[in-house]
């Protein structure tokens, strides 16, 4: 069947970018224009002539411009199959125009959740004449083209200047599919907001929606294929790696996106300045200090070998200081919440490294949900916004600890949160001296963290063992005896753990036989 000509569209749009020229268009192109409410107001200023829908329908719009496309003269026009002849037949009895183009978006509702908006504002920025519009028209699109993003209106105009003012089925089909994604994403987030306007986590049916920001050259290796997607969500989106705008660099890879979210997010749990160096989602140095040139120095001494081609996030606009220090350690990427300008200009000069500037610091304490798929189906659970104070520590043995040994507790407990299970950190001074990640057994973690440590220490020709007068957490409680005293062996002085084992007791007694201080949380921050 040979494609015709647009000759009517409809127009009624939120978002109004660019459709004054869209319209213009049409409009040299003998297309009759419909059009509604603030759209129709617009497209009159700007010169274009139409008709109201009103006029249309002989109906006007009612309940505060609620109803107003609701009606079988406009969705006749749009569901009518032009190849049955039934339906040209019901056409012509009810005086049903076609209809061969609708350009529609929707009330926006994000914005005004995030706005901090009441219910009843919230619940009047629900569209509803606008899905119908657009659902019927995807429906349909074997005769009518659909158009929700203003991205998409070159297209549309390329396509109808190619065919004589037609538009071609693949684009029809490819606006389709992008209809359905919209309306389904806009009623996710609508979903989500009502939910959680009754304190419901976990409804019975549950809808994401994401919205892609990149089309990635690969996943985690060459032979898989990966996208990154923003979250569609109701309110502010949560600062972070989704808001980040990228200023210079290589494209970023899936495994870039990955570590550097963990890296923010944990540079993100400390008030005083910070900086977290990460590889492969793993820290390999985290450090508070004064100021954050310090704290990349010391972040960076705790594994020099493993922060090459690392990440870098620190929770200060990034200094020139501090880039300077960096130097020439090769790095993967940076993110700061914000750049100051001598330090972007110092940073231009490496042109490869990818440099974010993510605008905010996300909240650690902020509610939200983790999602990992597994087969047919999913893994839905409250992100790991625990944190703990010096308040919530329980002393279990006969020495107390100091208060810079509880100050560097609370510190390596916090990295700890971010490491990968097992988990074992040592720290001292605000900063970490060794770090033990992803093992199988607890004590081969201690083990590992204090032979980094070691390492690291006779590289930069220190004569005392780094670990020696540390603190060690761990992420969850020691099932036995022999991780902690592997910690003792290294130096460790104070013990800060969740706590909770049937073994508490012994653990107790070997801390108490070695004289050191252990406290616990009854917090476990396992992270698989």
């Known amino acids: 069947m040979p494609e015709s000509p647009i000759a009517r569209a409809l127009i009624s749009v939120s978002d ?48 505060d411009g609620r109803v107003k496309t609701l009606h079988p003269l406009i969705h006749g026009g749009i569901l009518a199959r032009r190849d049955l002849a039934e339906h040209r037949a019901a056409m012509k009895t009810h005086g049903i ?7 529609s978006n929707l009330y ?44 998409d209106y070159a297209a549309v105009i390329n396509d109808m200047t190619a065919n004589r003012g037609a538009t071609t089925l693949a684009l029809r089909r490819r606006l389709a599919a992008a209809a359905y994604a919209h309306t389904a994403g806009y009623d996710s987030m609508i979903s ?14 549950i809808v994401f929606a994401g919205e892609r920001k990149q089309q990635l050259r690969y996943g985690e290796n060459p032979h898989q294929a990966a996208a990154f997607y923003v979250a569609k969500e109701p309110g502010r989106p949560r600062a972070g790696i989704a808001t980040a705008t990228q200023l210079q660099g290589k494209e970023l890879s899936y495994n870039n996106l990955n570590d550097t979210d963990a890296a923010y997010e944990l540079a ?70 914000a750049i100051n300008a001598d330090a972007r200009a110092a940073l231009a000069q490496k042109q490869n490294l990818r440099v974010l500037d993510a605008g905010a610091m996300p909240d650690p304490a902020a509610s939200g949900n983790i999602l990992r798929a597994v087969a047919g189906g999913w893994l839905l659970q409250t992100r790991d916004s625990g944190r703990i104070a010096a308040t919530d520590l329980k002393l279990v043995t006969k020495r107390a600890p100091t208060d810079a040994e509880r100050s560097d507790m609370l510190f390596a407990f916090c990295v700890a949160k971010h490491v990968k299970s097992n988990a074992i950190v040592y720290a001292k001074g605000g900063a970490t001296v060794g770090i033990g990640a992803g093992q199988m057994s607890r004590v081969d973690s201690s083990r590992i963290a204090a032979w980094k440590a070691r ?21 969850a409680f020691f099932p036995f005896a022999d991780g902690l ?11 800060i753990q969740p706590g909770g084992s049937m073994r508490d007791a012994e653990i107790v007694a070997a801390a108490d036989q070695a ?14």
């Open 97 to 103: 125009g076609a209809i061969d183009l609708v350009v």
């Open 515 to 528: 004289g050191i201080a252990m406290v616990f949380t009854s917090i476990r921050h396992f992270r698989h």
């Open 268 to 337: 993100a749990e400390f008030d005083a300045p910070a900086c977290a160096i990460i590889k492969h989602a793993n820290p390999c140095g985290v450090a508070v200090a004064g100021d954050l040139v310090t704290a990349f120095k010391r972040a960076l001494a705790c594994d020099p070998v493993s922060a090459f081609g690392g990440i870098i996030a620190v929770n200060r606009a990034l200094d020139l200081a501090t880039v300077e220090a960096i130097g020439k350690l090769f790095v993967e990427v940076i993110i700061a919440p």
């Open 108 to 151: 926006p509702f994000a914005a005004t959740v995030a706005k901090g908006a009441s219910r009843e504002d919230c619940i009047e920025n629900i569209d509803i004449g606008g899905p119908a519009l657009i659902r019927a028209s995807a429906k349909n699109h074997e005769f009518v083209a659909i158009v929700t993003d203003p991205a």
């Open 192 to 205: 989500q907001w009502m939910a959680a306007q009754e304190n419901e986590t976990f409804p019975k049916s």
């Open 16 to 63: 109004k970018t660019g459709v004054v020229e869209l319209a213009r268009f049409l409009q040299q192109g003998g297309v009759e224009i419909l059009s509604t409410g603030g759209t129709a107001k617009t497209l009159r200023e700007a010169g274009i002539k139409l008709r109201d829908v009103a006029e249309v329908t002989g109906f006007p719009e009612i309940m």
């Open 455 to 475: 390492e690291a220490g006779d590289a930069a020709g220190e004569k005392e063992p780094r670990t020696k007068g540390c603190v060690v957490a761990s992420d």
């Open 485 to 495: 005293m592997a910690a003792v062996e290294a130096g460790a002085t104070a013990v």
